[in-house]
């Protein structure tokens, strides 16, 4: 079955907000597992183009760039929390006869959740890799003590029965 990895919003104007030195590594490590076995990887970029208060916002542009050399991936704009919001993604992964996609980024309870979800609805497999989503939000953001982000939204969709969720190296032992 062909994979593909959909790496989001990895950029300067997220990971400077708070340490996501430890999602970041994970991202890495999936990234080069890809990279490894020259399975096809995507990056999306967040870009805010009317939310002048926003990391992201469109006239920042260090905010914007990616924290990984992204080599020879393509890179594709987004402003909405769905990666599948640019339908440039759709025809990347049709072009390439994609039948399973792997997410991986940030943030874990918007960006990633709303692609996990649209990409099950567009046919994909989805796996969304855990431990290798960040976001820079916390419990207090959300006013709800003791709220572990990652690990709630892992939770949905894992119990969804239509998304696997899967840690870093669970998906190795897994898949590679």
Wanted: aromatic share 10%; proline share 3%; net charge negative.
């Amino acid at each position: 079955m062909n994979k593909a990895l959909i790496v989001l919003d990895v950029q300067q104007g997220i990971v400077r907000l708070r340490d996501v030195s430890e999602p970041v590594a994970k991202i890495q490590s999936v990234i080069a597992e890809f990279e490894e076995r020259d399975w096809p990887i995507v990056y999306m970029k967040h870009v805010d183009y009317k939310q002048e208060d926003s990391s992201l916002y469109y006239k920042e542009h260090a905010n914007l760039e990616i924290v990984f050399d992204t080599k020879q991936h393509p890179v594709l704009e987004k402003s909405k929390p769905s990666a599948f919001s640019n339908p440039a993604l759709k025809t990347w992964m049709l072009d390439r006869h994609i039948e399973h996609v792997c997410i991986v980024g940030f943030n874990t309870e918007y960006c990633c959740l709303f692609t996990a979800i649209t990409a099950e609805h567009e046919g994909f497999q989805v796996t969304l890799i855990e431990d290798a989503t960040g976001t820079v939000n916390t419990e207090e953001t959300y006013e709800m003590k003791g709220l572990d982000i990652q690990d709630f939204v892992g939770s949905i969709l894992n119990w969804s029965g239509c998304i696997e969720v899967l840690y870093v190296d669970e998906f190795k032992e897994m898949y590679t």
